[in-house]
């Protein structure tokens, strides 16, 4: 079988006032259509950095090493993501073949849009749909990832919502293009046991 996607020496470093700082060094692996995959590590040891490589999300100081690669199996082609330049190149693997729930939602949700704007935005933008249609998926996420009520908490604004409820707004938002890959940043980190058993 094919893989979704393949990563191959990975080495990534940043640019800072004392010099390059390697934050990960020769990372490879490949991952397969029903695969779960596991980055283990100690804080700091360079995993949320080797998440976000495969979507190009690092911040601009971000430099690869010649010999990174990292391919996708999307669309029937492969896809050089190292190479991707411009927005439009980006979207098939930003809101594409790729979503990821990142770890802190409260940093992530915009604050001044309720959440089912933020989730029919995405659903707008990536797969085409009317206000009215987006607005309609919006709802059947928010009832999928069981936020009780969804017609109404739809129109709730982030800090209307509890830890465990945000995240899952989140993750709403993750599968709303119906990724091929689906990147969980700790996903669970500031939340009780209990909300982190539901979210699993």
Not at 27 to 44: A, R
């Amino acid at each position: 079988m094919t893989s979704l996607i393949d990563v191959e020496n990975l080495t990534l470093s940043f640019r800072t006032d004392e010099g390059l700082v390697t934050a990960v060094e020769d990372v490879s692996f490949s991952l397969k259509k029903g695969e779960v995959m596991g980055l283990v590590g100690e804080s700091g040891s360079g995993k949320s950095v080797t998440a976000k490589a495969l979507m190009q999300l690092n911040p601009g100081n971000a430099v690869y090493d010649p010999k990174s690669k990292i391919t996708l199996h999307a669309e029937g082609r492969e896809v050089d993501v190292l190479s991707l330049k411009k927005a439009a190149e980006l979207k098939i693997v930003r809101g594409g073949a790729i979503s990821m729930i990142f770890q802190e939602p409260m940093t992530s949700l915009n604050p001044v849009y309720t959440i089912g704007e933020q989730i029919a935005e995405v659903l707008r933008r990536h797969q085409g749909l009317g206000t009215r249609a987006a607005w309609s998926k919006a709802i059947d996420l928010l009832d999928a990832v069981r936020i009780p009520n969804p017609k109404a908490r739809v129109n709730d604004y982030p800090h209307q919502l509890s830890g465990g409820q945000r995240q899952r707004v989140m993750i709403a938002i993750a599968l709303a293009c119906e990724p091929k890959i689906l990147i969980a940043d700790e996903p669970t980190t500031a939340l009780d046991v209990t909300v982190q058993a539901q979210i699993f």
